[in-house]
């Protein structure tokens, strides 16, 4: 599963920053250790009765939301004789539970219709709460013996009592998209969401990760409609009430909560590797962008599969995208389910300047082999799952497109972790007390666990860290696993004791806070000085690279005290002492060294990082000190676009000296650059000089391919003439895709008509999913400027229906920091206004506090 909460800062950051706001992490309290559910132990699931084959037989209700189901459970017991079994089942009205008996075998896998005919079938006396089924077997059955029961049943999701969560907003299980045909700008569809336990909303089973069975699954659907499932198509059949059965079998074994099921109006476009099926379904009117959506995948397969040593194990591997999806996207076992913020044409894919799309396709794909193949055995296990995923976006940003683009793919991962830590307060990689299952879901188990695997990919070297991850997944494949065996394949493959360092990242919090100086005082050495802060003392393990006298020496150090000085030979006083050279380290850093030292860093010093550092101190000291200001001009032409335009953006334009250097590169960048990220940030740039002389600029800017780079432009004319950008917005509403969306909302945000909210609302309606919320904010952005009390109450209870919806407390708080200042200055307008304007004034005001108080109590449900 792909992280929620990070893709919508991703989705949200570019879009903000062409309105000129900024996006800070809401602070969120860390969850109280008096909380009795933390003080539970989350062991692994005792596994009494094991799961061999499901098979459901389907058929929807579009009308009340309902699937009417059969299914036929093969299992044995584990280990222990056993009389009785359990299956998870919520919220299901249950028909009928008998045990199934076939001559010559009790187990039922992939059988025939003949053979279901021919069977016997014995009522069992069970027992339903709502939640589980209870039954008594007609005999104690020992772990050589299996046995198959057959349950009839309705699942009914809308009325499951279920609970959703940050990263996985609601755990219905199945889902029913615009059923009725109501709304006639969204398809219908079915789609269903397993993870963590929501399968079991939709069959029954034992819903737990350390299960793992093979399936059949046939559903009975309008012919008109595709079906996706796991595995493979193996028949489809006309029935002559003018429906089809599609039945989809896995011969592989796999977890329940990656079962799924998509039903729908959907264009197939076909691709293949090795002879195995690699289709992408998509909405009708993205067929042709598929390619450009997905392209990549074949050549995703065959690098992992080589990376792995250990080829791509399933029949076929399925992509879809579905409208409303609850979560990023989630690795069903051949049939990945993504949102719908894929889903975008060939311009806006121009403007996905952090591969986005290609990082979430990575990671899902990835899971096939981290998470499918061998699944973590428990919730409190869950880095064996998306650790892992998470790391494959670096690893497949370092094949593709070279080790800046990965590296600046680990910087984001690595922010976005800390400022999770700094906020919500840090927690175990592996944890074993949680409040709910769905907060395993977090910074910690993606972000922070994809950069432990970096630190042991670097520690080890990658010929012995790949081969390891190849003998964890020898002998771990289709099975529950945890972080134990990846130490254990790792000290296998390595030779060396790793318990220090799965102890300290894997069981233990938290991350070091280093102090360094420098010493080159006394002639022919240079002393460096680390000290961590805190209490508690890191191992770690990192290269220090020394520049002196034109030459570059590598040293391997180990820090393991609380503070330690390390002393190296050198022919002359260093240019630049680089530690943490390869820059692996979750750490931060206190670096207390001299200017001169990040100009040299700059030039010489070959990472991301190294640069990032460099031009972050120069940005700083641009317009005080000549070196830095150099220095961040020739970072305006960077190899790296991501560095370029960082440095593009630092700039202080209004500075004299800064703008007569930085002018001439800026208009090139402008016009020619070819990443549209950079020519974006330029014309912002030198919108804020409000130059008529860059008029013509901006106007041809307007016709650029990318949707940020004319949102941008369209700005920097707003800043020269309102009422000509305004116009112009009026004649690019038709397609206002992606970033030029948010380009016009500001300018007319700016314009201030209440003739122009609209535009607003229709956008609010017309987004799916989690892009809602960005919808959501550039409407704030007009009710802030407009005064009409009908349209700012309905406004404000549009957003408030949006965010409530979503049961996520990290945009709940961005939401409610945005809310604020506009009561604010409503209410600083009504003082100032009289009669009927005050008291208008004053009940929009308290209309916005209403809305507030209600997100905030949403946030504590």
């Known amino acids: 599963m792909h992280s929620q909460t990070r893709k919508l800062t991703g989705l949200l950051l570019a879009s903000l920053a062409i309105m000129g706001l900024s996006l800070r992490a809401s602070a969120q309290s860390a969850p109280d250790k008096e909380d009795p559910e933390m003080k539970i132990y989350r062991a692994t699931a005792t596994k009494i009765n094991d799961l061999i084959h499901t098979k459901l037989d389907v058929r929807f209700d579009y009308a009340k939301r309902y699937l009417y189901g059969k299914a036929w459970i093969s299992l044995k017991p584990h280990f222990y004789p056993t009389d009785s079994l359990t299956l998870d089942a919520k919220g299901m009205d249950v028909k009928t539970v008998s045990l199934v008996q076939t001559s010559g075998s009790a187990t039922l896998k992939f059988p025939n219709e003949a053979a279901l005919k021919a069977a016997r079938t014995t009522p069992l006396k069970y027992e339903y709460d709502g939640s589980q089924i209870r039954l008594k077997l007609n005999k104690t059955y020992k772990n050589n013996e299996s046995y198959t029961i057959f349950v009839e049943y309705t699942a009914k999701p809308d009325e499951a009592k279920v609970e959703g ?38 069959f029954p089973t034992i819903d737990r990760t350390n299960q793992k069975t093979t399936s059949e699954i046939s559903m009975t659907v309008e012919k008109k409609y595709v079906t996706l499932s796991n595995g493979k198509l193996t028949s489809q059949k006309s029935n002559s009430d003018g429906t089809r059965t599609d039945t989809w079998r896995m011969d592989l074994p796999h977890a329940p909560y990656l079962f799924m099921m998509a039903v729908g109006d959907f264009a197939i476009v076909k691709d293949s590797w090795r002879g195995k099926e690699v289709n992408y379904y998509v909405e009708k009117a993205y067929a042709t962008h598929a390619k450009a959506i997905f392209g990549n995948t074949p050549e995703m397969l065959t690098f992992f599969s080589k990376l792995l040593n250990y080829d791509y194990p399933w029949v076929k591997y399925s992509q879809i995208i579905v409208r409303d999806y609850v979560s990023g996207a989630m690795e069903n076992t051949t049939a990945t389910i993504h949102g719908d913020f894929l889903q975008k044409t060939q311009r806006e894919l121009l403007d996905d300047d952090e591969r986005l799309g290609e990082s979430v396709i990575a990671h899902e794909l990835f899971h096939h082999w981290f998470g499918d193949l061998a699944t973590a055995e428990s919730w409190s296990n869950l880095t064996m799952n998306e650790s892992f995923a998470d790391y494959s976006e670096y690893l497949w940003f370092e094949h593709k497109y070279g080790k800046d ?93 790793l318990n220090w360092f799965f102890n300290q990242w894997y ?28 209490d508690k003392v890191f191992d770690l393990p990192f290269a220090i690279d020394v520049y002196a006298g034109g030459k570059k020496e590598r040293h391997d150090v180990r820090l393991s005290e609380k503070k330690a000085t390390f002393t190296f030979p050198v022919s002359a006083r260093p240019d630049f002492v680089n530690v943490d050279a390869d820059k692996s380290l979750i750490v931060k850093k206190a670096d207390r060294r001299e200017l001169s030292t990040y100009v040299f860093q700059y030039k010489n010093a070959p990472t991301y990082f190294d640069r990032r550092e460099a031009i972050e101190a120069c940005i700083k000291q641009q317009t005080g000190n000549a070196a830095a200001r150099a220095t961040l001009i020739a970072a305006l032409n960077d190899k790296y676009e991501g560095l370029r335009a960082m440095a593009v953006a630092g700039l202080k334009i209004e500075n004299p000296e800064v703008q007569s250097a930085a002018l001439p590169v800026l208009t090139e960048l402008a016009k020619k650059d070819k990443f549209s990220q950079v020519r974006a940030a330029a014309i912002k740039q030198l919108g804020r000089l409000k130059d008529a002389k860059y008029m013509p600029l901006f106007e041809a800017a307007l016709k650029d391919p990318s949707y940020m780079v004319e949102g941008t432009a369209l700005n920097a004319i707003a800043e020269l003439d309102i009422k000509k950008a305004y116009q112009l917005a009026k004649t690019m509403e038709k397609d206002a895709r992606g970033l030029l969306g948010s380009g016009i909302a500001n300018v007319y945000a700016k314009n201030g008509d209440v003739s122009d909210v609209p535009f607003f609302a229709a956008k609010l ?30 406004g404000i209870d549009d957003i408030t229906a949006v965010v409530t919806g979503f049961n996520n407390n990290w945009v709940n708080d961005y939401i409610v920091n945005l809310m604020g200042p506009i009561a604010k200055k409503k209410q600083e307008k009504a003082a100032q206004a009289a009669g009927d304007q005050r008291n208008a004034l004053n009940a929009q005001a308290d209309h916005i506090l209403k809305a507030i108080a209600k997100i905030k109590e949403t946030g504590k449900e």
């Open 405 to 497: 683009a990965a590296d600046e793919h680990a910087w984001s991962a690595m922010n976005n972790y800390q400022e999770s830590a700094e906020y919500q307060g840090d927690r175990d990689l592996v944890r074993f007390h949680y409040h709910n299952k769905e907060d395993m879901f977090d910074a910690v188990s993606y972000q922070k666990g994809g950069r432990i695997l970096h630190m042991l990919r670097t520690y080890l070297g990658d010929e012995a860290f790949f081969k390891a991850l190849n003998l964890y997944l020898r002998n771990n494949a289709f099975k529950a696993t945890e972080a134990h065996q990846l130490r254990l394949a790792m000290e296998e493959v390595s030779g060396q004791d």
């Open 765 to 794: 309606e017309e987004s799916s999913g989690q892009e809602k919320i960005g919808a959501a904010i550039l409407y704030l952005n007009i009710l802030a400027s407009v005064d009409d009390t009908p349209t700012v109450t309905k």
């Open 507 to 534: 069981f233990g919090q938290g991350y070091p806070t280093l102090d360094i100086s420098y010493d080159y005082s006394q002639t022919g050495s240079a002393k460096v000085t680390i000290e961590q802060k805190g």
């Open 165 to 202: 969560s940050a990263a996985i907003t609601d755990a219905k299980g199945l889902y029913f998209i615009n059923p009725d045909g109501s709304d006639p700008k969204k398809p219908i569809q079915i789609w269903t969401q397993g993870e963590t336990e929501s399968s079991s909303v939709w």
